[in-house]
């Protein structure tokens, strides 16, 4: 069993910052690449940024030079630090890992619960 919660969403207004955090647990061999996804009421999910573990990063273009995603692989943990934030990041924030589990040494996709974010204009 493997698990990620996510954690840091909140309201804020136009212009603040926020940190999401996910953090993975369970029968984890390694963590490939981790992401954050977002879906706004009435819209597809989509990424936000991804982050492998030996650095390459991919970020939406709306949220280029406002994000940034990070990680730290000691304690499988992923980061989203949110700058700038605009009414238009609206979502729940969800974390994606590619988890190579302890028991099969296979790759599966998990999901976290997610996480609101709102941002008021």
């Known amino acids: 069993q493997v698990q990620l919660v996510e954690s840091g969403g909140g309201l804020v207004q136009t212009g603040g910052s926020l940190r999401l955090s996910c953090a993975a647990s369970g029968s984890i061999f390694s963590i490939n690449t981790m992401g954050w996804y977002r879906q706004a009421p009435g819209k597809q999910r989509e990424l936000v940024a991804a982050?492998?573990?030996?650095?390459?990063?991919n970020y939406a273009d709306s949220v280029k030079g406002r994000f940034t995603i990070s990680r730290d692989n000691a304690k499988n943990t992923v980061y989203l630090q949110m700058n700038s934030l605009k009414p238009e990041d609206t979502a729940v924030y969800y974390c994606?890992?590619?988890?190579?589990?302890?028991?099969?040494?296979?790759?599966?996709?998990?999901w976290g619960q997610g996480t609101q974010v709102t941002v008021s204009s």
């Open positions: 994606n890992a590619g988890v190579v589990t302890g028991w099969d040494l296979n790759e599966y996709d998990y």
């Open positions: 982050l492998t573990t030996g650095g390459s990063t």
